[in-house]
């Protein structure tokens, strides 16, 4: 039975950046990135005035999004996946030939997969007057592991005239801006505790709703297959050194045949988004569930869940991924 990993997002900080600046940059690293919070918004940023002769030579960027400011972190979704980016003022390095070497660092964090890719090349330098500055490498694609935050740094040679006078942007496949830094915006707010940080997921079309420890009939060629009941979810608080509580789910599955059900079909969302899997079931969660005729089995999934989370905003999901095509889907609340 296909499975789809279930979202995962961390609420991380970080006290110091890896890696060393260019060979040609003088200048002290910055203070690394910190990815301690996730909602951003703030004013919009200024697009500025059109560059004179000394400024970057680049298309200019249309329109920009809010602004954050440099060493604060934006959310953005980009290639269907949500990241979280933090990006430092950058620092001057070397000249030549009336070039100025620019470097910021960067942490990026995927929030959507187990693991994703991220291409750096999507964070450019704009002038003041919004048009795009050269890089001075060409930044390879990167996997990023959910939950790690991943530090790099991003080298511009831009003219001396603009030196770091800079801003940084965030531009998809079709050359749109979705997140800005600049010199002032907004600062890291804190996060909402009442729900998940996953992506927003609807509740399936046609689907059946219970109440928790109510039973459910999964149907498939007109006859039912199986039972599924999902007991209410059990809070369980986290350590002092994880980032999230957990949240315990009860399922029971009974059936007069022999069923295969998908852990990851079953989802636990909280305000309307998706709550990752415990990290510490993470592999048991690609695991199918096997029922044989007449013993009804029961399992434990787990979820990771925001430190203060309600417990009243959770809803647990069952929908058929897989090409068995169990039906109706239904949702426990």
């Not at 004013?43 to 440099?70: F, H, I, N, R, Y």
């Not at 801006?177 to 505790?193: H, M, Q, R, S, Y």
């Not at 109440?211 to 979810?233: C, E, Q, W, Y």
Request: one cysteine or more.
């Amino acid at each position: 039975m296909t499975t789809v990993p279930v979202i995962m997002a961390f609420a991380l900080a970080a006290s110091g950046c890896g890696g060393s600046d260019d060979a040609g940059n003088s200048a002290q690293s910055p203070q690394a990135p910190n990815l301690s919070t996730t909602a951003t918004s703030g004013s919009t940023g200024d697009t500025g005035s059109s560059a004179g002769g000394g400024g970057c030579s680049g298309k200019q960027v249309g329109s920009l999004p809010e602004a954050t400011k440099w060493g604060n972190t934006a959310n953005f979704e980009l290639w269907d996946k949500r990241y979280a980016l933090n990006v430092s003022a950058p620092t001057a390095g070397a000249t030549t030939e009336g070039k100025q070497r620019v470097v910021a660092k960067f942490g990026v964090l995927v929030k959507d997969e187990y693991v994703a890719t991220f291409n750096s090349g999507v964070i450019r330098l704009i002038d003041e007057g919004g048009r795009l500055c050269d890089a001075a490498t060409v930044p390879p694609m990167k996997a990023l592991a959910a939950g790690k935050v991943q530090y790099d740094s991003i080298m511009f040679d831009v003219p001396e005239a603009v030196g770091t006078d800079v801003r940084a942007v965030v531009l998809d496949g079709s050359g749109k801006a979705v997140a800005l830094f600049a010199p002032t915006g907004a600062t890291d707010a804190a996060a909402d505790p009442t729900a998940c940080t996953g992506t927003k997921t609807a509740v399936p079309a046609a689907a059946t709703t219970l109440a928790f420890g109510k039973p459910h009939n999964l149907m498939s060629d007109g006859r039912v297959i199986a039972t599924v009941t999902v007991a209410a979810p059990v809070k369980r608080a986290g350590s002092a050194d994880e980032p999230t509580d957990f949240v315990d789910v009860k399922v029971t599955v009974s059936t007069q045949w022999l069923a295969s059900l998908g852990r990851s079909d079953f989802v636990l969302t909280g305000g309307g988004r998706r709550c990752p899997t415990d990290p510490a079931d993470k592999i048991k969660a690609f695991a199918p569930l096997i029922v044989t005729p007449d013993e009804p089995s029961q399992e434990t999934l787990a979820f990771a869940v925001p430190k203060g989370s309600s417990i009243e905003t959770f809803a647990m999901q069952y929908a058929d991924t897989g090409s068995s095509a169990y039906t109706p889907p239904a949702v426990w609340k």
